[in-house]
Structures are given as C-alpha cells and as structure tokens.
T-cell receptor, first 117, second 111 residues
Framework: NAGVTQTPKFRVLKTGQSMTLLCAQD?????MYWYRQDPGMGLRLIHY???????AKGEVPDGYNVSRLKKQNFLLGLESAAPSQTSVYFC????????????????FGPGTRLTVL | GENVEQHPSTLSVQEGDSAVIKCTYS??????FPWYKQELGKRPQLIID?????GEKKDQRIAVTLNKTAKHFSLHITETQPEDSAVYFC??????????FGAGTQVVVTP
C-alpha cells in the first residue's frame, strides 16, 4: 500500500493563478482532510470530507474549494492564489471506528510546499 | 468550537532528562487525543494516542496522561535522546470528524 500520496510535492504560483492539489489514499478510508501548516501555527484544517460526495468547511476555508468525487481522492483547489496562501499543505485520511465513538488514527501525506509570488 | 492550547512552545532538555508537554482543550465531548512528532521537512507521525475511557497509556519511553475533568492531557518523554529532537503536536478529536491541533512544541535535546 502506498498510504496517502500528494501531488505535486512543490509548486510556485504567481498571484491570481489557479491550481489543484491532489490527495490519494489506498486504505479505503472514509474521512479525508486538508490542512495547511505555517510556522508557529501548527496544523489548521481547511476542509474535510466524511465520505464520497460530501465536504465540509474547517477552520480556514476561505480561498479554497474541495471535491471528493471518488472515495480515494480528495482535491484542493485554489481559484486565484494569493501570497497569504504560501504554506505547506498536508492531506490526511482516517477510518472512523464505531466502537467508543467515530474516531481513529489519521495518516498524513508527505505534504506539498506551495509558494505564491 | 474546540480550542486547544499547547505549552510550552519550546523545550530544551539535557540528554537523559525527561520532557513534559501539556495541552488543554475546551470541548468536554472530545474523546480521542493523539500526539504527533514532526521532524524537519517531514510529515507528522503519530507516536501515541489515548481515548477518553483511559487515564494513562505508555509505550516504552513515551507516555500520555489524560485528565478529563480538568480537560488536559500531557505527553511525557523519559530518558530523552538526541533523536527525540523534533516538533510535537497534540490534537483533539471533536464530534463530526474534525481534529483540532495545538500550535506545537519544539523540543531540543542537547547531548
């Protein structure tokens, strides 16, 4: 199993350009997440999905859109990139366990380093 | 929503000493509390976790304690080694599928 993979690993954009980050997992996980990580601020949730065809906003959703058309893929889109979106983006997935509540371990992808000039 | 505070933000320890990191949270319905270790340029890796029906969990040199009444949990690393140097994050799971992360603790272990 490859686990969680992210494409691309690095990207440089100019202000106003658009791009899509792809996250793929081969563990049949229901839940998928997109985070951004900035120095001194930990991981902040952008959007997440609790199943194919469903998405929800996280802590910092503005300027981003997502889609979960297939269970194994979670796409993060930037329609008009801004310098404030320069960050490292991590995707994660997890499979909820019903026993004791819908919680389980998150598995992270390797990250995408995005720079917006 | 959930609010997670993590302290300290940096921690310097001598090799062989113990390190303790503490996180507090606000949502009493939270029931899963993982800790992640992140080395420079790499992804966060789960090192230990605890669920709300347990007060303490240990795995070799690392342990996590949970006080649900006071809404805080702590990571304990004993006999620290240089390879323990990294950023450590706590996280709290909230109902509906969301994880809230602490801001991280930079741990530096000096030989």
């Amino acid at each position: 199993n490859a686990g969680v993979t992210q494409t691309p690993k690095f990207r440089v954009l100019k202000t106003g350009q658009s791009m899509t980050l792809l996250c793929a997992q081969d563990m049949n996980h229901e839940y998928m997440y997109w985070y951004r990580q900035d120095p001194g601020m930990g991981l902040r949730l952008i959007h997440y999905s609790v199943g194919e065809g469903t998405t929800a906003k996280g802590e910092v959703p503005d300027g981003y859109n997502v889609s979960r058309l297939k269970k194994q893929n979670f796409l993060l889109g930037l329609e008009s990139a801004a310098p404030s979106q320069t960050s490292v983006y991590f995707c994660a997935s997890s499979y909820p366990r019903l026993a004791g509540g819908r919680t389980d371990t998150q598995y992270f992808g390797p990250g995408t380093r995005l720079t917006v000039l | 929503g959930e609010n997670v505070e993590q302290h300290p933000s940096t921690l310097s320890v001598q090799e062989g000493d113990s390190a303790v990191i503490k996180c507090t949270y606000s949502d009493s319905a939270s029931n899963y509390f993982p800790w992640y270790k992140q080395e420079l340029g790499k992804r966060p890796q789960l090192i230990i976790d605890i669920r709300s029906n347990v007060g303490e969990k240990k795995d070799q040199r690392i342990a996590v304690t949970l006080n649900k009444t006071a809404k805080h949990f702590s990571l304990h690393i004993t006999e620290t080694q240089p390879e323990d140097s990294a950023v450590y994050f706590c996280a709290v799971y909230s109902l509906g599928g969301k994880f809230q992360f602490g801001a991280g603790t930079q741990v530096v272990v000096t030989p």
